[in-house]
């Protein structure tokens, strides 16, 4: 997609190179929203899991025999806790945003800025 839109940018077609233009950034926002909703959460999840094996007394061979036994539950449950793991991290960076002077947090995204 990106080599067609170069290819119509060279010879100058107006129209195809728009088209193919807005292809690329539906293509680019869709990878980053199933990246940042779908791939990330069940990463963190995962990590989260593995993490906690000792504490809760169970083996990783029991955690893939559980997912073997049922996929599409133990991806769910895993994203969920991703999930909720972000959106509590989230809100603690929010909270040390108020509570923190302006600029020590420079180097993490302000979640509060539209731009």
């Known amino acids: 997609l990106a080599l067609a ?30 990246c940042e909703i779908g791939l990330f959460p069940v990463l963190c999840g995962w990590w989260i899991d593995v993490c906690s094996l000792a504490l809760l007394e169970t083996s990783l061979k029991e955690r ?14 895993h994203w969920m ?3 909720g793991y972000i959106f509590y991290m989230a809100n603690l960076i929010i909270l040390l945003r108020e509570v923190l002077r302006p600029g020590v947090l ?10």
């Not at 839109?5 to 199933?34: D, M, N, T």
């Not at 997912?67 to 769910?76: D, E, N, V, W």
């Not at 420079?106 to 731009?115: E, S, T, V």
């Open 5 to 34: 839109h170069w290819w119509a940018k060279i010879f100058r077609f107006r129209r195809p190179q728009r088209l193919f233009g807005l292809g690329y950034v539906v293509i680019k926002v869709a990878i980053l929203s199933v």
């Open 64 to 77: 893939l025999a559980n997912f073997i036994a049922s996929p599409g539950t133990s991806m769910f449950l």
């Open 81 to 83: 806790l991703g999930m």
């Open 106 to 115: 420079w180097f993490l995204r302000n979640l509060n800025d539209p731009d």
